[in-house]
C-alpha cells in the first residue's frame, strides 16, 4: 500500500532536523521568515499562528500543511519593522509566551488533580 508507516509522523528520520529557519530575502515580502518544523501538524502551527497575531509588531502569520501524508508545516512570520523586532524574534517571544502558558496550565491542573483526590480521600474515611 501507499500508506507511509505510522511512525514516520513523528519519528525524525535519521539526520533529519526537527526545525529549519529559512530567513527571506523576498522583495515581495519583507522583514519575512519561514520556519519549517517537520514531524507535527496543524495543531503545532495554528497554535503558534495565533501567538504570533497576539504581537503588535508582527503583520502576518501563516502557515501550510503541504500535504496530509507530508508530517510537516512551514510557519511564516512577517514583522513590520526589522528595527523593532525580526521574524526571529517575534517567533522566539511567542514561543517563550506559549512555554509560560502552558507552564501555567500544568501547574493549575496539578493542583485541581491533588484537590480532587483529597476529596476522595476525605469521602472514603466517612
Given at each position: 500500500m501507499n500508506e507511509p508507516k505510522r511512525a514516520d509522523s513523528?519519528?525524525?528520520?535519521?539526520?533529519?532536523?526537527?526545525?529549519?529557519?529559512?530567513?527571506?530575502?523576498?522583495e515581495k515580502m519583507a522583514n519575512s521568515g519561514t520556519l519549517v518544523i517537520n514531524k507535527e501538524d496543524h495543531t503545532?502551527?495554528?497554535?503558534?499562528?495565533?501567538?504570533?497575531?497576539?504581537?503588535?509588531?508582527?503583520?502576518f502569520a501563516g502557515y501550510?500543511?503541504?500535504?496530509?501524508?507530508?508530517?510537516?508545516?512551514?510557519?511564516?512570520?512577517?514583522?513590520?519593522?526589522?528595527?523593532?523586532?525580526?521574524?526571529?524574534?517575534?517567533?522566539?517571544?511567542?514561543l517563550s509566551d506559549l512555554n509560560q502558558e502552558f507552564t501555567g496550565?500544568?501547574?493549575?491542573f496539578q493542583q485541581e488533580v491533588r484537590r480532587v483526590q483529597a476529596e476522595q480521600a476525605d469521602r472514603e474515611y466517612r
Open positions: 513523528y519519528r525524525l528520520s535519521e539526520g533529519e532536523k526537527k526545525c529549519e529557519w529559512k530567513d527571506s530575502a523576498n503545532m502551527g495554528n497554535l503558534i499562528r495565533m501567538q504570533l497575531l497576539r504581537d503588535k509588531q508582527v503583520k501550510i500543511h503541504p500535504h496530509p501524508l507530508i508530517h510537516k508545516i512551514e510557519l511564516r512570520v512577517q514583522t513590520l519593522d526589522r528595527a523593532l523586532s525580526t521574524p526571529m524574534q517575534a517567533l522566539e517571544n511567542a496550565l500544568k501547574a493549575r
